[in-house]
């Protein structure tokens, strides 16, 4: 629900066949190799890795799929863990990685490219890069061998083909600077923000069930991921703003709210801000578009609605209700919220199905703790609101 949506909202998987273990077993054999030198032997021990990688898959072994992803990177790492959840969820089939290239840059960093493919309702066939570290005397898959720029507030990730980067540094750069006056929570200091080319790669590497291709895609505790195709570079302020808002209120609330509010507050701080308006103002919707109870924003799943103008209208709607609470409640207040809710731990969205219910249920709990009335009476005054605007 944090997927990035640049307003207009724009916005596949595996099949775990027995397949995996026969590879395992092929690429074993080739250890038996006596003539093997050493960089044949480093080859073999990473087809090893990605042979285990795709048993993890077919056997449903979370534990066995990160023992092969380099822990050191924390972004990444977490990354995997939703790319190996949305890889075991669906109906995938043929799963299979095959070493195209590969390189070893120095005795303990690897270059590889691989063809990944799968058989889905199309079979999907994906060829990129990845970076393979070895710790003690261990391989690890360290992700895309992105080129960076590191700023003293976050890491830039960019592909080698990518052109603007400048122009996405003052971007971003911005957004940062327009939200320092705006929360006094500060993103991390780690945080990292990694540019795309190639937004099919983008979904892959990120979470391929969408049946989009989306701009970007954000979580709590993720990179910040953005597809750079787009020509006009003043089309990704909103985007990058509206993705950083994610980044800083998910960790203030450690991810216990609902993705609407999440999304509301995103929009509202972050697309409508830049744009000078909300929904209604701008003309994106009307009063009737926006009359939504915050029940019906907390169950709708936007995943299945039924057409894009409904999904456009629960974003709206979500922004409108942010608006309402700073106006009537003030911006203190929505963040008394947001620290309320972060009073609990941090909530995993990775596997846990119960993971909505939950946060509607923090949600009713802080609207009762900060605002002292109930959910119900909160539409009806939202309801009010709306009609004097
Ligand atoms: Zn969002």
Known sequence: MKKIIILLIFFLLIGCSENGLDEKNNMVLHEDDQTLSKED???VQIENLMAEKIHAISMKDLNLYMEQIYPLDHYYYNEQKRW????TSKNLSDLKFEILEFSLEDENTAIVQIRESYQDAEEMIIEFPLKFILVDSLWYDAGYPFLEK???RYTLKYMPDETRVYAFLDVINTAYDNLADIFEEKPDPAFEIKL?????LLRQRSVPSIGWLFTGWGEANESLKIYTGHESINGYRGTLQHELIHHITMNICNNNLPGWLADGIALHYGNYDLEGGNPLTLGYSTKEDLRWSIEALGHDEMWDASSQEETLNW???SAMYVAFIVD???HETLMEMFYEAGKKPYHENIMNASFKDLNNKTFDEVVESVLKIDTEALTNLYYEWLEKQ
């Open 41 to 43: 032997d480093v080859k």
């Open 150 to 152: 590191k700023t003293d």
């Open 315 to 317: 974003y709206n709607a």
């Open 84 to 87: 190996f959840s949305e890889m």
């Open 328 to 330: 009537v409640y003030g």
């Open 196 to 200: 795309f080319t190639d937004q099919e």
